[in-house]
């Protein structure tokens, strides 16, 4: 595939001797939603932290060739702030930082445009809280702490937060597991909503949520991808014998 955003070739990850990726090949397509489904502990955070670059650490070892949204995130000398700005990052406990809703919003467009206009980045604050569906909750209380907010608040905020910046992929690490059933719907909803606008890579525990979201799947077991197909296709005709035993239920 040419048109992959992120194209990544046999790469392998060690914790120390502890090998937590083994030879993980796989291209995400523009614009989909890709969920990383398996037990835990098999490397799905270890994967998705390796396409933000996060795994940076003495103690961790990384081979393979691995591409996102143009940059070469395993080769010696990335920006990866620049890597951060094009791929944002949602994670399981909404983390907002501790300042307004409105500066939330705005934070990166502070760090990487500081001299936009007032008048552009209230703009942006408005399409921002607009495309997660918050405008009209907070609209009149910009200023509020963005922690005071719900739970399912925060998670949004912490979505909306990335967009100013325009971005083109969104990893998002099991961001639904903290949300009570409406929150779940509602960011769920959310995913869809930005379906086709940025390519999302989706870790989820919640094999039931994998399968109403995404347009494809990977299974992954013990740092190997086991299997990636349509989402019909992995959860009714999975090709290998670990993804059926895990969709019946019979391990994880
Ligand atoms: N920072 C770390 N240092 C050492 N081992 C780690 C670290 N992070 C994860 N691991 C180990 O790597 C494996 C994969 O972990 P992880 O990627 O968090 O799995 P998952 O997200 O699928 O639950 C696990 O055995 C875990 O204990
Ligand atoms: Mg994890």
Redesign the pocket.
């Known amino acids: 595939m040419t048109d992959a955003i992120i194209r990544c070739r046999g790469l392998s990850l060690w ?2 001797t ?1 090998r ?1 990726l083994d030879r993980v090949t796989l291209d995400v397509r523009p614009g989909e939603i890709l969920s990383l489904i ?10 998705i ?1 390796c396409f933000n670059r996060m795994n940076d ?1 003495p ?2 070892r990384v081979e393979g060739d691995l591409h996102v949204a143009g940059y070469d995130v395993t080769g010696g000398n990335i920006d990866a702030l620049a890597l951060r700005r094009d791929a944002g990052m949602v994670f399981q406990r909404p983390n907002p930082l501790p300042l307004s809703i409105r500066d939330n919003v705005l934070f990166g467009v502070r760090l990487h445009a500081p001299r936009t206009p007032k008048s552009v980045q209230d703009g942006l604050v408005e399409s921002s809280l607009r495309a997660v569906s918050l405008w009209d909750h907070v609209k009149d209380q910009l200023d509020r702490d963005a922690e005071t907010l719900s739970l399912e608040g925060r998670q949004k905020l912490c979505i909306a937060r990335l967009l100013p910046v325009k971005p083109t992929v969104l990893w998002m ?1 099991e961001p639904c597991s903290a949300l009570d059933p409406d929150g779940i719907g509602a960011v769920e909803e959310l995913m869809r909503s930005l379906r086709g606008t940025f390519t999302q890579v989706i ?1 989820t525990n919640n094999m039931q949520q994998a399968r109403r979201i995404s347009d494809r799947c990977v299974f ?1 077991l013990m ?1 190997e991808l086991v299997e990636v197909g349509t989402t019909a296709q992995l959860f009714t005709k999975p090709v290998d014998e670990r993804t059926a035993r895990y969709i019946e239920g019979r391990y994880g």
């Open positions: 914790y120390g502890f937590a398996g037990p835990s502990g098999c490397g799905k955070s270890t994967l932290r650490y103690y961790v690490d870790v992954m740092g």
